[in-house]
């Protein structure tokens, strides 16, 4: 894997969901927006509720983001929704299994923070794409131009109209 940590065309992401659970909805339009970006979906959180209000149980969910994470053929983790459940789950993660883009926002920021105290890796701080409503075209352009811009002098501009 390159030093970069920006993903493009032909490149392999992960889909999960370290926190609350996502709908069949919201994980079709994550892996429906993510493949029109010519991205390739490697593995994706089951949908649905399957312990409470919770993906799935702790150990379940830290063993899927801990494959996704070690993968090696994975360039970019994208959490599905964020949720109490990711700080469950946040002290047992291996970070050192993978050097890779982490893309979240709200309790997924556990993950973003254990993250670079572990390894000093920054993440992206942007829209879980299984949350329901789905991004708006504006921000998830955004996203798309961050995410291939990684790491790189850029500027991305914001819709006057965008909510922030």
């Known amino acids: 894997m390159s030093g970069s940590l920006s993903v493009g065309p032909g490149d392999s992401v992960a889909l999960v969901s370290p ?38 149980t702790d150990a379940e969910r830290l063993a899927e983001f801990q494959a996704a994470w070690s993968d090696p053929d994975v360039r970019a983790v994208l959490c599905l929704r964020g949720g109490y459940g990711c700080q469950r789950i946040v002290d047992d993660l291996d970070w050192s299994a993978g050097r890779k883009l982490l893309v979240g926002f709200s309790d997924v920021t556990a993950l973003h923070l254990s993250l670079y105290t572990a390894l000093g890796l920054p993440s992206l701080h942007g829209p ?28 991305i501009a914001v819709g006057a109209d965008e909510p922030t």
Request: proline share 5%; aromatic share 6%; net charge positive.
């Open 19 to 56: 926190g609350s659970s996502t709908t069949a909805r919201g994980v079709a339009f994550a892996r429906r927006l993510v493949e029109s970006w010519g991205l390739r979906v490697s593995s994706v959180s089951t949908p649905s509720p399957r312990h409470g209000y919770l993906a799935a």
């Open 128 to 155: 879980c794409l299984g949350a329901e409503p789905a991004a708006s075209s504006d921000a998830a352009e955004s996203l798309r131009l961050a995410m291939t811009s990684f790491g790189t002098a850029g500027r």
